[in-house]
């Protein structure tokens, strides 16, 4: 019998585990660079606007105390395509390059991104686990932002893939 007591069930085809998903840490995008260079560019706040589909831009940037951009502390705005929905978000831990979190809020919505960064032979598995918490609707946002969070990784892969 194989690992986990089950015989005749492969692992792909467990329920909740698909291919191309880590189970433990949410959905996997692969990037073209180094893990160094994947935590700088996604870290950075001020590089959002670049590859973050629902921002027009980053207001009052922040450096945490260090002056750093990428460290725990830096705080700012989203200024989302949504007008007037503007959370306020701030890096809550960093630990280059291999941890990076930040969480946000705007009314009575509270978010939370982590972002893992792992070398591998094609450069960096990028994990990301997205959460919001909400009275209501909060689960169903979060559960729909996914494709959306993604999507943006992918962008921001492609991004630093044209910059090498």
Do not use: K
């Not at 909740?16 to 706040?45: E, N």
């Amino acid at each position: 019998m194989p690992p986990g007591g089950r015989a005749g069930r492969a692992a792909s085809g467990r329920r909740g585990v698909q291919p191309g998903r880590d189970p433990l840490r949410g959905s996997i995008v692969t990037f073209p660079v180094p893990p160094d260079r994947a935590f700088a560019y996604l870290a950075d706040p001020r590089n959002r606007p670049d590859w973050q589909s629902t921002l027009r831009a980053v207001a009052d940037v922040a450096p945490a105390e260090d002056g750093s951009f990428t460290a725990a502390g830096v705080s700012w705005t989203d200024v989302t395509v949504v007008p007037g929905v503007r959370p306020a978000l701030r890096t809550v831990q960093s630990d280059h390059p291999l941890l990076w979190v930040e969480e946000g809020h705007f009314g009575p919505a509270r978010a939370r991104l982590a972002l893992t960064f792992a070398a591998c032979p094609e450069g960096t598995r990028v994990g990301a686990e997205f959460s919001v918490t909400m009275l209501g609707a909060g689960r169903f946002i979060g559960l729909a932002s996914r494709r959306t969070v993604v999507a943006d990784l992918r962008r921001a892969s492609r991004i630093l893939a044209a910059s090498r």
